[in-house]
């Protein structure tokens, strides 16, 4: 079964400091998303990407948030400072409709922790 | 602005019986629903999709229903087993993306 790839699963990092976050979607799925969770709370939406542009971003994708697909295979989460409040899961997801009509495919998230 | 609100947070069942999880919404007209599953330190598992025009979707021992002039969406787990014990995601499609409630812990009592 075809699946999403995060990388790191787990990142520490100093609050103030630049983080990537790296996701494969699945090879023949056209939308990109990322998501996080904060513990105990509900997944919530960041940004959509297609056709090698943002398509959607939610109020939490400031300026300190960029995204990339620098090559056919990555999908990348940039958080330029990273603050205490970014601490989460984030998880990334691909599908191959619009809507995801057939479902996302979510990978199994980066565990990431400000200090 | 857009609501999706899951009946309660933690919902316990005995072995074998039906688990019932309810997703109610507001402002929206959602064209489908999504529900996934999603265990603890885990991302989410599609489940079923269920359209405007459906009112019932199975897959296996899962059922949803869909009343778009209630808003709202039953999932069902028949003969549930301990295995079937995680939170369970309500989403709807808006635009480019899909939002969640905050889900249901399930769990199965053995």
């Known amino acids: 079964e075809p699946e999403v790839t995060q990388t790191p699963s787990h990142q520490v990092t100093q609050m103030g400091q630049e983080v990537i976050l790296r996701c494969v979607p699945i090879?023949?799925?056209?939308?990109f998303y990322w998501y996080r969770q904060i513990l105990g709370q509900k997944v919530e939406f960041l940004v959509s990407?297609?056709?090698?542009?943002?398509?959607?971003k939610s109020e939490i994708f400031d300026d300190q948030f960029s995204v990339e697909r620098p090559d056919g295979s990555n999908f990348t989460l940039k958080i330029r400072s990273t603050k205490l409040e970014d601490s989460a899961m984030y998880f990334c997801?691909?599908?191959?409709?619009?809507?995801?009509?057939?479902?996302?495919?979510f990978g199994s998230g980066t565990r990431l922790t400000v200090v | 602005s857009q609501k999706i609100e899951q009946n309660s947070e933690a919902l316990n069942i005995q072995e074998g019986k039906t688990a019932t999880l309810t997703c109610n919404y507001t402002?929206?007209?959602?064209?489908?629903l999504q529900w996934y599953r999603q265990d603890p330190g885990r991302g989410p598992v599609f489940l079923l999709l269920i359209r405007e025009n459906e009112k019932e979707k199975r897959k296996e021992r899962l059922k949803v229903t869909f009343d778009t002039t209630l808003k709202q969406s039953l999932f069902h787990i028949t003969a549930s087993q301990p295995a079937d014990s995680a939170t369970y995601l309500c989403a709807l499609a808006r635009d480019d993306k899909i939002i969640f409630g905050k889900g249901t812990r399930l769990h199965i009592l053995p």
């Open positions: 402002n929206y007209s959602p064209a489908y």
């Open positions: 990407f297609y056709n090698n542009e943002i398509s959607e």
């Open positions: 090879s023949n799925h056209l939308y």
């Open positions: 997801a691909s599908s191959e409709a619009l809507q995801g009509v057939y479902g996302y495919t």
